[in-house]
């Protein structure tokens, strides 16, 4: 991988956008009325509660963002406080988000929207979700009517993050809302997702094939989403938000076709359906994963490979859409900051590398700019370039965000 590219000072590309992201489910705090708050309130999940206080603290937490060299940020929109009933928007809850939005552009920060994340409302949930077959229909409307409110303050949108992700964890796994595992699941390994929550998933054959019927909708939702964004605004950047997982192998045969499936049932399935209707593609990228492989891997807290440099891997793998990429999110869990300095920086040397490659790589967004609720594993997992004591809500910033600071400013690594 690194052959002749490599070298000690890697310079990127002018106005290359560096940041980091959030999500509003796991940072706003005070949402009640979608439906991960319902299983929180039924004991299938942790409680999420006021969070890091983020809906109030916003204009803190940007300011700080921007004295730690940042020049773009990537949020989400809370799609039960916009939409709390069918048909029905918050006027107060859109005024908010554009406050936000302004916020960010007081900091000079980029915001890069996230349209849905994860989170549904309840009228949306409780009547099948996804599941539904009138659903691309719904999500279609609701992304509109967020550009029609926001996008004179924003030039970038995603309409959904990690589909793959909601999906199985929603019906393979049943860690997540709405909570449907498939029985086979427990003869294979699956990531740290909340295996404690495992046990209270109602089990089904069916629940692959509704699973698949879900990612079939999803990427209807996202084709539909586009088109209408484009009708009413066609400058709007549109992009998806892409988890890919690494997979690769030993030289065995059986392991290379394994992975060949692998990759492509978990990354190029959905993007095949989608990538027409992208202006560009948000990489999401955690995972690196070898068939075959008898290593003994460091670990971060959640469990998974250290292997920040095959973010290059996983840029290649996304390339081949030919379309401009960012990398959405990147990161670990790492309470103590003791390896994050060092994965930054190999994160921010493999996209260097893609880059010198070919790859039309606009921007890095660590994961995150706060620690935050880490879905079913509550807060337990520390992923923030500021730590948040969450009884007090102080902030703390750690000694790893300096040394991504210095990279921020120098736009690369120089050495």
């Given at each position: 991988m690194l052959g002749n590219n490599y070298r000690k000072t890697k310079i990127f590309p002018k106005d290359?956008?560096?940041?980091?992201?959030?999500?509003?489910?796991?940072?706003?705090?005070?949402?009640?009325?979608?439906?991960?708050?319902?299983?929180?309130?039924?004991?299938?999940?942790?409680?999420?509660?006021?969070?890091?206080?983020?809906?109030?603290?916003?204009?803190?937490?940007?300011?700080?963002?921007?004295?730690?060299g940042h020049n773009a940020h990537r949020l989400s929109v809370e799609w039960a406080r916009i939409e709390p009933e069918e048909g029905k928007y918050d006027q107060e809850a859109i005024m908010h988000y554009r406050q936000v939005l302004q916020s960010l552009h007081q900091q000079k920060l980029k915001p890069f929207v996230?349209?849905?994340?994860?989170?549904?409302?309840?009228?949306?949930?409780?009547?099948?979700?996804?599941?539904?077959?009138?659903?691309?229909?719904?999500?279609?409307?609701?992304?509109?009517?967020?550009?029609?409110?926001?996008?004179?303050?924003?030039?970038?949108?995603?309409?959904?993050?990690?589909?793959?992700?909601?999906?199985?964890?929603?019906?393979?796994?049943?860690?997540?809302?709405?909570?449907?595992?498939?029985?086979?699941?427990?003869?294979?390994?699956?990531?740290?997702?909340?295996?404690?929550?495992?046990?209270k998933a109602t089990k089904y054959l069916s629940s692959v094939f509704i699973y698949f019927?879900?990612?079939?909708?999803?990427?209807?939702?996202?084709?539909?989403?586009?088109?209408?964004?484009?009708?009413?605004?066609?400058?709007?950047?549109?992009?998806?938000?892409?988890?890919?997982?690494?997979?690769?192998?030993?030289?065995?045969?059986?392991?290379?076709?394994?992975?060949?499936?692998?990759?492509?049932?978990?990354?190029?399935?959905?993007?095949?359906?989608?990538?027409?209707?992208?202006?560009s593609i948000g990489l999401n990228y955690y995972f690196y994963t070898q068939f075959g492989d008898r290593r003994v891997w460091r670990k971060t807290d959640m469990d998974w490979n250290f292997a920040p440099d095959h973010i290059y891997d996983a840029l290649m793998m996304l390339s081949r859409y030919k379309k401009p990429l960012f990398v959405s999110e990147g990161g670990l869990a790492d309470?103590?900051?003791?390896?994050?300095?060092?994965?930054?920086?190999?994160?921010?040397?493999?996209v260097w590398l893609a880059i010198q490659a070919g790859v039309d790589v606009r921007g890095h967004l660590y994961w995150s700019l706060l620690d935050n609720y880490e879905w079913a594993l509550g807060f337990a997992k520390r992923f923030g370039l500021i730590e948040v004591n969450y009884e007090t809500q102080e902030r703390t910033i750690r000694p790893s965000a300096y040394v991504y600071k210095k990279i921020c400013e120098d736009n690369g690594i120089v050495e």
């Amino acid at each position: 991988m690194l052959g002749n590219n490599y070298r000690k000072t890697k310079i990127f590309p002018k106005d290359f956008y560096w940041g980091s992201g959030t999500s509003a489910y796991q940072v706003e705090g005070g949402i009640e009325n979608n439906d991960w708050s319902k299983a929180y309130r039924d004991g299938r999940v942790p409680v999420c509660g006021l969070a890091c206080d983020h809906y109030r603290r916003y204009e803190e937490d940007f300011a700080t963002a921007k004295t730690l060299g940042h020049n773009a940020h990537r949020l989400s929109v809370e799609w039960a406080r916009i939409e709390p009933e069918e048909g029905k928007y918050d006027q107060e809850a859109i005024m908010h988000y554009r406050q936000v939005l302004q916020s960010l552009h007081q900091q000079k920060l980029k915001p890069f929207v996230t349209i849905w994340h994860f989170t549904l409302p309840l009228w949306f949930s409780q009547s099948g979700g996804f599941e539904r077959a009138d659903s691309p229909e719904i999500f279609a409307r609701y992304c509109t009517n967020v550009v029609k409110e926001l996008g004179d303050l924003c030039g970038h949108f995603s309409t959904m993050n990690e589909p793959n992700v909601f999906g199985s964890n929603g019906w393979l796994r049943g860690t997540w809302p709405p909570f449907k595992r498939f029985a086979l699941t427990d003869m294979i390994s699956i990531t740290n997702s909340g295996r404690q929550y495992e046990a209270k998933a109602t089990k089904y054959l069916s629940s692959v094939f509704i699973y698949f019927r879900v990612m079939k909708n999803l990427a209807r939702a996202h084709n539909a989403a586009y088109k209408a964004i484009k009708k009413i605004s066609p400058q709007t950047e549109v992009s998806v938000v892409k988890h890919v997982i690494v997979f690769a192998s030993t030289y065995n045969p059986f392991y290379i076709i394994k992975a060949w499936a692998a990759n492509y049932f978990w990354t190029h399935k959905f993007m095949r359906r989608v990538y027409k209707h992208c202006d560009s593609i948000g990489l999401n990228y955690y995972f690196y994963t070898q068939f075959g492989d008898r290593r003994v891997w460091r670990k971060t807290d959640m469990d998974w490979n250290f292997a920040p440099d095959h973010i290059y891997d996983a840029l290649m793998m996304l390339s081949r859409y030919k379309k401009p990429l960012f990398v959405s999110e990147g990161g670990l869990a790492d309470t103590l900051d003791t390896g994050r300095s060092e994965y930054i920086t190999r994160q921010i040397e493999g996209v260097w590398l893609a880059i010198q490659a070919g790859v039309d790589v606009r921007g890095h967004l660590y994961w995150s700019l706060l620690d935050n609720y880490e879905w079913a594993l509550g807060f337990a997992k520390r992923f923030g370039l500021i730590e948040v004591n969450y009884e007090t809500q102080e902030r703390t910033i750690r000694p790893s965000a300096y040394v991504y600071k210095k990279i921020c400013e120098d736009n690369g690594i120089v050495e």
